[in-house]
């Protein structure tokens, strides 16, 4: 297995650090309170320039959005002056929604996993982006986008997932991947969770066994 950068951190003093970024392979997306020791961590581990940004005028990142190499998809209520500061890092889809758009999808290069919560309409223009789309809800539950973390090398999930669902996942993202919680029982691995293709950052309560287990799913190898 070719060795991912991983560290544990906080974001804006919280071990739920997935909540705060988006990341794809070179760009992660990061709160304007960001601190300097923290955005070097992040820089170093993802091997990824650090935009600070709000969306929504919230910090919570990753709630709102979520990115792959080729686009920033964000949600139509995203402030016109936050959209233009992330257009100048990477062309960025408005995705027409009310809900918390990144809690509903997740996304790789190749595909989405969108919560079955979320309108035709805005199903339809992710499509249009050129990602194969598998819409389902993960674990009983139809925040999708916190239950999944993609990569193009792997994906996590909530340990929860039912085999059909893991099966959608795979088929849409083209990657394999596995399960497994984060922060010492997160379930909601998104949240603790961030990573691209190089490199990995979890929330500061995560144990040496979920980290295992993290880094053999986002490896792909699960």
Same mark, same amino acid.
């Given at each position: 297995?070719?060795?991912?950068?991983?560290?544990?951190?906080? @974001?804006?003093?919280?071990?739920y650090?997935?909540?705060?970024?988006?990341?794809?392979?070179?760009?992660c997306?990061?709160?304007?309170?960001?601190?300097?020791?923290?955005?070097?961590?992040?820089?170093?581990?993802?091997?990824? !320039? =650090? =935009?600070?940004t709000?969306?929504? $005028?919230? #910090?919570?990142?990753? =709630?709102?959005?979520?990115?792959?190499?080729?686009?920033?998809?964000? #949600? %139509?209520?995203?402030? %016109?002056?936050?959209?233009?500061? /992330?257009?100048?890092?990477?062309?960025?889809?408005?995705?027409?929604?009310?809900?918390?758009?990144?809690?509903?999808?997740e996304?790789?290069?190749?595909?989405?996993? /969108?919560s079955?919560?979320?309108?035709?309409?805005? @199903?339809?223009?992710?499509? !249009?982006?050129?990602?194969?789309?598998?819409?389902?809800?993960?674990a009983?539950?139809?925040?999708?986008?916190?239950?999944?973390?993609?990569t193009? &090398?792997?994906?996590?999930?909530? #340990?929860? @997932?039912s !085999?059909? $669902?893991?099966?959608?996942?795979?088929?849409?993202?083209?990657?394999?991947?596995?399960?497994?919680?984060?922060?010492?029982?997160?379930m909601?691995v &998104?949240?603790s969770v961030? %990573?691209? !293709?190089k490199?990995? +950052?979890?929330?500061?309560?995560?144990? #040496?066994?979920?980290?295992?287990?993290?880094?053999?799913? +986002?490896?792909?190898?699960a």
């Amino acid at each position: 297995m070719e060795e991912m950068n991983i560290a544990k951190i906080r @974001v804006n003093g919280s071990n739920y650090a997935g909540l705060f970024c988006v990341t794809n392979d070179n760009l992660c997306l990061a709160p304007a309170a960001l601190d300097e020791k923290t955005q070097k961590i992040i820089e170093d581990v993802l091997e990824a !320039k =650090v =935009v600070k940004t709000s969306i929504y $005028e919230s #910090p919570l990142l990753s =709630v709102f959005a979520k990115m792959n190499n080729k686009y920033a998809y964000l #949600p %139509a209520y995203a402030q %016109a002056r936050e959209i233009e500061a /992330i257009e100048k890092e990477i062309k960025v889809k408005i995705i027409t929604t009310e809900n918390a758009l990144g809690n509903m999808i997740e996304v790789n290069d190749t595909g989405a996993v /969108i919560s079955q919560t979320l309108g035709k309409k805005a @199903v339809e223009e992710i499509k !249009k982006t050129g990602l194969l789309v598998a819409q389902t809800n993960i674990a009983r539950t139809d925040v999708t986008g916190a239950c999944v973390v993609a990569t193009n &090398r792997g994906f996590l999930v909530n #340990p929860y @997932v039912s !085999k059909e $669902e893991a099966d959608l996942i795979k088929n849409a993202l083209g990657v394999n991947g596995g399960s497994a919680t984060a922060n010492t029982g997160d379930m909601f691995v &998104r949240n603790s969770v961030i %990573a691209n !293709k190089k490199g990995i +950052l979890v929330g500061e309560n995560t144990t #040496p066994h979920e980290i295992n287990k993290i880094e053999e799913a +986002l490896a792909g190898e699960a």
